[in-house]
Nanobody, 125 residues
Framework: QVHLVESGGGLVQAGGSLRLSCVAS????????MGWWRQAPGKEREFVAA????????YYADSVKGRFTISRDNAKTTVYLQMNSLKPEDTAVYYC??????????????????WGQGTQVTVSS
């Protein structure tokens, strides 16, 4: 069982920045590929970014490329999402998720096994 807790959301003006954190329980965090997803009101949950457990390979949705950066600190069992140049359309609940140990990162939410409860990000215009 893996427990994920997101934090760092809030209200920010367009053009601003936020850093989301997701702390994971468990002693094998270094073997988890991690992902960030978001869901805006009335919309389906969509992929934002993912990071392989085994190396620096990262994947981003086209809508956030060049603005968002996913990273991890295995010693702190934490994955981050640095969000810069925020836009009103980035407003959503952001979720972190993990695949099972040793599995590669994926852009398909069906392949993620554990999910956090989410943190709200609101970008005002």
């Amino acid at each position: 069982q893996v427990h994920l807790v997101e934090s760092g959301g809030g209200l920010v003006q367009a053009g601003g920045s936020l850093r989301l954190s997701c702390v994971a329980s468990g002693r094998t965090f270094s073997t988890y590929s991690m992902g960030w997803w978001r869901q805006a009101p009335g919309k389906e949950r969509e992929f934002v970014a993912a990071l392989n457990w085994s190396g620096p390979s990262a994947y981003y949705a086209d809508s956030v490329k060049g603005r968002f950066t996913i990273s991890r600190d295995n010693a702190k069992t934490t994955v981050y999402l640095q969000m810069n140049s925020l836009k009103p359309e980035d407003t959503a609940v952001y979720y972190c998720a993990t695949r099972r140990p040793g599995q590669p990162a994926s852009t398909s939410q069906d392949e993620y096994y554990y999910w956090g409860q989410g943190t709200q990000v609101t970008v005002s215009s």
